[in-house]
């Protein structure tokens, strides 16, 4: 059995959802963004016993992000590989403030503190100040991957990291058989392009070969178990990243298989999803 543990978004806990079944998921967290995860642990710890969540996962990534134990976490037990990935950036940011306008905490302000964060006690009379990641400067998200890398090159050496360059797509294969486009198309161009300049500063710190480039032409689909979304793709891309993982692991990849990979799933995809129409 091989053993990964994942530091980053829902498309890398997918990928074992398809494939090789001698795969094993130890540790896994999500819904951190680098300045929040990065971020000195806050002198406030986060009392939710209460607080209603649709998941005991979502209860812990939650509680990991505010108290700044990601990296705590994933080294609690070690595994023979580290999966990672960076979409979880584009999450906004709050800064928590108390009643006297004294810092008390950075953090990734997703769903659950957006639509609940007034039901916890702590937080009640606290101001939040809003951040959108596309209006920050990309010097904070890159100081935050120096830190991100120096953290993780301390659990694992280079070539037991694995990188998902995941990546939003403005198409998807609705419950009609028929393609068809997301709205925020401009959404979707913008988060992408913010997107491949931080994975392009994480390669020149990483400096790693194993990186799984999702292919060009990835496309969503409606009948994913977790819904409609830029990141929730068809089985297809899951099945090829996981073919690519095999070859990792296999000590067989590299960039000319990577390629050979990645253009045999991009043939498949045309001619079953696009080809068709």
């Known amino acids: 059995m091989v053993k990964f ?3 980053g978004s829902c498309v890398c806990r997918d990928i074992f959802n ?11 967290t999500n819904g951190s963004s680098l300045p929040s995860m990065c971020a000195d642990a806050p002198k406030l710890k986060l009392d939710i016993s ?19 134990s990601s990296f705590e976490y994933i080294a609690s037990e070690k595994s023979d590989y580290l999966l990672i990935s960076l979409s979880d950036n584009r999450i906004d940011l709050a800064e928590i403030y108390d009643k006297n306008g004294n810092f008390i ?4 302000f997703g769903t659950t503190f957006k639509e609940n964060y007034n039901e ?13 990641p596309l209006q920050l400067p990309l010097s904070l998200y890159f ?5 991100f890398v120096g953290k993780i090159l301390q659990m694992y050496p280079r070539d037991k990291i694995i990188v998902i360059e995941d990546l939003f797509t403005d198409t998807y294969y609705s419950k009609k058989n028929e393609l068809a486009n997301f709205q925020n198309t401009q959404y979707v161009k913008d988060i992408n392009n913010f997107y491949r300049l931080l994975y392009s500063k994480l390669y020149e ?23 409609l979304f ?11 990243a996981n073919t690519v993982i095999e070859e990792i692991v296999g000590g067989k990849f590299d960039q000319k298989v990577g390629r050979t990979l990645k253009l045999n799933i991009e043939n498949k995809i045309t001619k079953k999803y696009f080809n068709k129409q």
Do not use: M
Request: overall charge positive.
């Open 143 to 147: 100081h935050n991957i120096d830190i």
């Open 120 to 132: 916890i006690s702590q937080l009640k009379e606290c101001k939040f100040k809003i951040y959108k």
């Open 230 to 240: 830029g990141l929730h793709y068809v089985d297809e891309v899951y099945e090829y």
């Open 205 to 227: 710190k990483l400096n790693t070969n194993n990186i799984i480039e999702l292919p060009n032409n990835a496309i969503g689909s409606e009948e994913h178990k977790l819904g």
């Open 18 to 28: 398809h494939g090789n079944s001698n795969f094993q998921v130890n540790k896994y």
């Open 5 to 7: 543990n994942i530091l």
């Open 105 to 108: 905490n950075i953090i990734t």
């Open 50 to 68: 209460d607080f209603k969540f649709r998941s005991n996962f979502e209860k812990r990534s939650a509680l990991i992000d505010f108290n700044k």
